[in-house]
T-cell receptor
Framework: DQQVKQNSPSLSVQEGRISILNCDYT??????FLWYKKYPAEGPTFLIS?????DKNEDGRFTVFLNKSAKHLSLHIVPSQPGDSAVYFC??????????????FGKGITLSVRP | KAGVTQTPRYLIKTRGQQVTLSCSPI?????VSWYQQTPGQGLQFLFE???????NKGNFPGRFSGRQFSNSRSEMNVSTLELGDSALYLC??????????????FGPGTRLTVL
């Protein structure tokens, strides 16, 4: 049973445009969400996170939106740059359930930004 | 500040052997988690250690074990290797356990190939 789903395996956008990466979850115990970026042969790099008490968190070109009622979050990258081309993982944890250190990951989405 | 380091970076073993992987967390971080990444399953949580004690465990067989030392360094061991154990093994460290907004930082991983 996949509790964190990234249904689109890949996304291609033009440089300068907006990239929107989506993520859905099924476990209502999840209350902390993170996005990681991963290049080949490297470990995932933390990008941005959001707690369930918020519906938006912004950090430079990256914004994460959380819709708890729909159990959906999205990562917006504006403007997209060729260096953003990587695999993006959505992850979730359940702090109040005592499992905040256990991250449940989606399968990732490959973003390609065309020059 | 140095990041999470993992050794070795690459390893080739044969079925039935055992293997030990090592992880050194970021200085000051006391929590270490291990994940397995495979193409079909994505990143899956193995276990988490804090203050030399296993605090959380994922759904993996008993062939997978780990430990943490007093300096927070961690090792994971896989006994009686199977072909399906071929994967990228990632270690992540964080400062605290029980902090809802604590972020895990990943090492580059150890690529294990079982022949």
């Amino acid at each position: 049973d996949q509790q964190v789903k990234q249904n689109s395996p890949s996304l291609s956008v033009q440089e300068g445009r907006i990239s929107i990466l989506n993520c859905d979850y099924t476990n209502s115990m999840f209350d902390y969400f993170l996005w990681y970026k991963k290049y080949p042969a490297e470990g995932p790099t933390f990008l941005i996170s959001i707690s369930s008490i918020k519906d938006k968190n912004e950090d430079g070109r990256f914004t994460v939106f959380l819709n708890k009622s729909a159990k959906h979050l999205s990562l917006h990258i504006v403007p997209s740059q060729p260096g953003d081309s990587a695999v993006y993982f959505c992850a979730a944890s359940a702090y109040r359930a005592g499992a905040n250190s256990k991250l449940t990951f989606g399968k990732g989405i490959t973003l390609s930004v065309r020059p | 500040k140095a990041g999470v380091t993992q050794t070795p970076r690459y390893l080739i073993k044969t079925r039935g052997q055992q293997v030990t992987l090592s992880c050194s967390p970021i200085s000051g971080h006391r929590s270490v988690s291990w994940y397995q990444q495979t193409p079909g399953q994505g990143l899956q949580f193995l276990f988490e250690y804090f203050s030399e004690t296993q605090r959380n465990k994922g759904n993996f067989p008993g062939r997978f074990s780990g430990r943490q030392f007093s300096n927070s360094r961690s090792e994971m061991n896989v006994s009686t290797l199977e072909l399906g154990d071929s994967a990228l093994y990632l270690c992540a460290s964080s400062h605290l356990i029980g902090a809802s907004t604590d972020t895990q930082y990943f090492g580059p991983g150890t690529r294990l190939t079982v022949l």
